[in-house]
């Protein structure tokens, strides 16, 4: 249990960093949450003017969910997680905890008063290093649905449906390792709303279209 809070922890503190709120605020001196959507993901970032910190911030906000992994990944293989006791927590459950904490930390971020991103690029970094199979076919899918519809609303929902199935049918994940995914995954659709009731109504924005008022952000 002192493992899961310890990677909880790390992992949330990680996820909660506003990669995209600092850059803005930084570079441009200006505040993205009153831009756009409002959304401080790369996506918001990047059609509020700023492409290049867009494209810093979805580096940046993928590079926290792969350090909370890792994190999970070095103390599960560490002496603290000696399976010669009866304390030993298979390493794969703490990577999913801390993948799981990492998002949460970006959806809700404390210093943001928990106003965060919709957590894509946290959960692709996460997911890359923890089924990395999984992760591929899950990428698959999100370039076909985007390439067939032009939605990467839909892309982005699709995807985290399909990664919990991926990653226990393709990587063999254990069930404690499928229901913190799953978690992950039902969390990045629950962000989507909006986005899912402008699909359903037809007038979300598809990808390279002119820009709309009602464009949702993804990252």
Known sequence: MVLFIIVAAVG???GAIPFGF???KIFRGEDIRLSGSGNIGATNVARSGAKGLGLATLVLDALKGFLA???ASFLGSSAYNSCSTTSCVPAVGLMSAAALAALLGHV???WLRFKGGKGVAVA???FGLLFPKAMLITFLVFIVVVAISRYVSL???LGAIVFPLAAYFVDHAKLLSVLLVSAIS???VLKHSENIRRLLAGNENRFGARKTP???EHA
């Open 12 to 14: 949330y503190l990680l």
């Open 22 to 24: 600092l850059l803005v």
């Open 69 to 71: 992994v890792c994190f």
């Open 108 to 110: 809700f971020p404390v």
């Open 124 to 126: 692709v970094g996460a």
């Open 155 to 157: 892309g982005s929902i």
């Open 186 to 188: 039902a969390l990045i």
């Open 214 to 216: 009602a464009t949702g």
